[in-house]
Structures are given as C-alpha cells and as structure tokens.
C-alpha cells in the first residue's frame, strides 16, 4: 500500500519521493520490481484498445493479448535498463555525481508513478477509440511520466538543488 501512496505523492512532489526512493539504499531487487509492477500495468492498460480491435477488425484476442505480453514483461524491461543507462551515461557527461542505480530507479519509478494515467488512456482507447480525446490523455501521460523521469533523474544525479 506504500507504493500507492507514494505514487499519489508524485503528483505533489516527485523530488521528496525520490530522496526516500534512493534513501533506503541501492537495492536491485526493488529496482526490478518496481519496473516489471510498471510493465506489467502497461500491459494491463492495453487491454481495453486490444479487445476493441479484436472486435473491430476480427483478429485472435488471444494472439493480440499475446504479443502485448511478450512486449510488456520481456522486451520492454531490456529497453528500460538500456535507457537508464544511456540517461545516466548522458547525465554523467554534464556533470551528474549520481549512480546507475539512481538513473534506473528515477526511470523505473517514472514509470509507474505516470500508470495512473496510462490506465486512463487504455480506458479511453477500449471505449472510445482514436481521437482528440486519446490524443489528450496520451500527451498528458507522456508529459507526467518525462516530468517525473526528469526531476527524479536530477534529484538521483546532483541531489537537492
């Protein structure tokens, strides 16, 4: 229930909850599923927009759900540790202090505290479909989750500016 709660903090302060975050030491563990709890809700949100295109175009949900799978709990972590890594190697060069754990855990966490949101847009392509309105919870996910990525990254690399 603490991860909930932290997630509702994010929204009023993604700098306090990052320094509890690094706070209580680098642990992999807690890197690892703090991301694959955010892929897998990644993987959830799809739900909605697959089944509609299962019925819309008449393809197996069931191979479509599949594929959405494979993406979300096996490829999509790989591509994550990549991008932390290419984040804090980038960082590092314009004068960040932090370590990879720091750059892992602010991307991780970025990731699931922005799955309120991404649960929304699933939501909104399962029953609405595309349109300005999907077009609007995706760009206002896609801005919650860099703005959570950019600050947690600052505060895990230079610390309280």
Not at 97 to 104: E, M, N
Not at 134 to 157: D, N, S
């Amino acid at each position: 229930m603490a991860a909930a709660r932290d997630i509702v903090a994010t929204y009023r302060g993604p700098g306090a909850v990052m320094r509890r975050l690094l706070a209580m030491g680098p642990r992999e563990d807690r890197a690892l599923v703090i991301l694959m709890v955010g892929c897998i809700i990644m993987f959830i949100a799809q739900w909605p927009r697959l089944a509609r295109q299962a019925y819309l175009t008449g393809e197996e949900l069931n191979a479509l759900l599949g594929g959405a799978l494979l993406a979300w709990l096996f490829i999509a972590p790989l591509i994550f540790y990549a991008l932390a890594l290419l984040s804090h190697l980038i960082v590092r060069l314009a004068g960040g202090r932090g370590t990879g754990f720091g750059a892992r855990i602010a991307l991780f966490w970025a990731l699931l505290a922005a799955s309120p949101l991404v649960l929304l847009h699933g939501l909104v392509a399962g029953f609405i479909g595309p349109g300005p309105g999907l077009t609007a919870v995706g760009a206002v996910w896609l801005a919650a989750f860099l703005i959570f990525w950019v600050l947690g990254l600052r505060e895990a690399e230079w610390g309280r500016i």
